[in-house]
T-cell receptor, first 117, second 115 residues
Framework: AQTVTQSQPEMSVQEAETVTLSCTYD???????LFWYKQPPSRQMILVIR??????QNATENRFSVNFQKAAKSFSLKISDSQLGDAAMYFC??????????????FGQGTELSVKP | EAQVTQNPRYLITVTGKKLTVTCSQN?????MSWYRQDPGLGLRQIYY???????DKGDVPEGYKVSRKEKRNFPLILESPSPNQTSLYFC??????????????FGPGTRLLVL
């Protein structure tokens, strides 16, 4: 079975600085998707970034980028130029490419990010 | 606007009183799931549906029921709620096509407190 681990329950960053959130996962599959979701105080789940395992190039979305290390099964999220609005809970998630289990996402425990002005 | 809706958003109930949380999506998605979110555990899948009349257990199905009589709706039923079902619940949907199925669309969440 696949598992996702986020070992940092809480992180803090100064506004305008850069922060990296860690995520490791375990799987025996070679093709899969990895995601970072943001959950602000409203509790809405917002997709931040997505990585397809067969792509070697790291995904980027504006100030958000990932460091995908497939062999090490590591998937960290880097937030550059942190803003107050980035304060939220961040979840790392894994999804198989096999279309069963309703597209099931396997989530990590979450990392609560605070941004200091 | 493509969206997943859930109702109610907040619910306080007592042990043993049956309740239903509704979920509806307007994107004609085949796949739908229910997740619960608990501190330190992330989100875990409760039940899922691959299409109309096709449902199956996820990782934490005990105490829950679902049905999928229409493609757009996927209600979550707690026949006899207990305090350990106090949680934040999310409904999600996605397409079953490989390219379009990468993204799961989440509802706004339902916060349930069982006394």
């Amino acid at each position: 079975a696949q598992t996702v681990t986020q070992s940092q329950p809480e992180m803090s960053v100064q506004e305008a600085e850069t922060v990296t959130l860690s995520c490791t996962y375990d799987t025996s599959e070679s093709d899969y998707y990895l995601f970072w979701y943001k959950q602000p105080p409203s509790r809405q789940m917002i997709l931040v970034i997505r990585q397809e395992a067969y792509k070697q190039q790291n995904a980027t979305e504006n100030r958000f980028s990932v460091n995908f290390q497939k062999a090490a099964k590591s998937f960290s999220l880097k937030i550059s130029d942190s803003q107050l609005g980035d304060a939220a809970m961040y979840f790392c998630a894994y999804r198989r490419t096999v279309y069963n289990q309703g597209g099931k996402l396997i989530f990590g425990q979450g990392t609560e990010l605070s941004v200091k002005p | 606007e493509a969206q997943v809706t859930q109702n109610p958003r907040y619910l306080i109930t007592v042990t043993g009183k049956k309740l239903t949380v509704t979920c509806s999506q307007n994107m004609n998605h085949e796949y739908m799931s229910w997740y619960r979110q608990d501190p330190g555990l992330g989100l875990r899948q409760i039940y899922y549906s691959m299409n109309v009349e096709v449902t199956d257990k996820g990782d934490v199905p005990e105490g829950y029921k679902v049905s999928r009589k229409e493609k757009r709706n996927f209600p979550l039923i707690l026949e006899s709620p207990s305090p350990n079902q106090t949680s934040l619940y999310f409904c999600a949907s996605s397409s079953n096509y490989r390219d379009r199925g990468k993204t799961q669309y989440f509802g706004p969440g339902t916060r349930l407190l069982v006394l």
